[in-house]
């Protein structure tokens, strides 16, 4: 059954995948600005732009222009970089381990804060506790990555300069990920402890929890085994949905430690409009992002016996 379900899923995708690539190349191909002259630069021959643009099918109409990009695709070719002069693969696959660390780094960071301050808040409902927990969260939600971002530079790279600015990992190893990841998965951590004390304070009210009590266990069995595994779905769904939204917060957290990741190359082939670049990187970050989420509802037959994909 489960195997059934994930097969239905991923031709599921297909249509997902192609309304996105499809409102993406259009948004691309009708914007402000053209990527041949962008790629000449100043000094550019109107003959040799001329000869550029049909060369990447951009004399096409966009129907036609679309299509034969999607073929390309369909057989594994993303095209060729307009400014770089690279495949669009080789540039995803160097900077996409660089986005993927960060990320996972990131979401970590924010899971080790937000589920032992949602658990805490939810056990002391309404005490002080509960409430500088609230306000915390609230604090987290409320403030962008790029203020984040730039509040700890001047903090722990100028004033006390104890971490380094940015840059890769492997100039700086794992150091250059603290500031980043702290970053990225504070504003998460928020929501993540909102959403986990929610679901702690609906659990801790139901009947099994009250028996639980009623036949001696320990708080710490009580709280952690039966209400926090009964509240788990909700919290997988949400960081689910966030570790996809995470891949898109790191544009600004990459650009703003100059890490060489996905997001940096986004913003880059943005200002030069280079096309295929954007076309494929929209591609893969979307491919990841209902990956995610297809894994998150195999988690929830894991989590919950009860769960049927039948």
Known sequence: MLMR????????????????????????????????????????????????????GLDKPFVEWYLVWLGKVFRGDLGRSIVAGETVQDLIARRLPYTLVLSSTSMCVALMIAIPLGVISAVYKNTATDNISRILAMIGVSMPVFWVGILLLIVFAYKFPVLPVGGSFERYGPKALILPSITLGTGFAALITRMTRSTMVEALLEEYITTAHAKGLPPSIVYIRHAFRNALIPIVTIVGFQFGVILGGAVLTETIFEIPGMGRLLVEAVERRDYPLIQGITLVTSLMFVFANLVVDILYAVIDPRVSYE
Do not use: N, T
């Open 5 to 56: 379900y994930i097969a239905r899923r991923i031709i599921l995708l297909v249509p997902v995948l192609l309304g996105i690539s499809l409102f993406i190349s259009a948004l691309i191909k009708f914007a402000p600005g053209d990527p041949v002259h962008a790629a000449l630069g100043e000094d550019w021959d109107p003959q040799v732009a001329e000869e550029m643009r049909q060369e990447l």
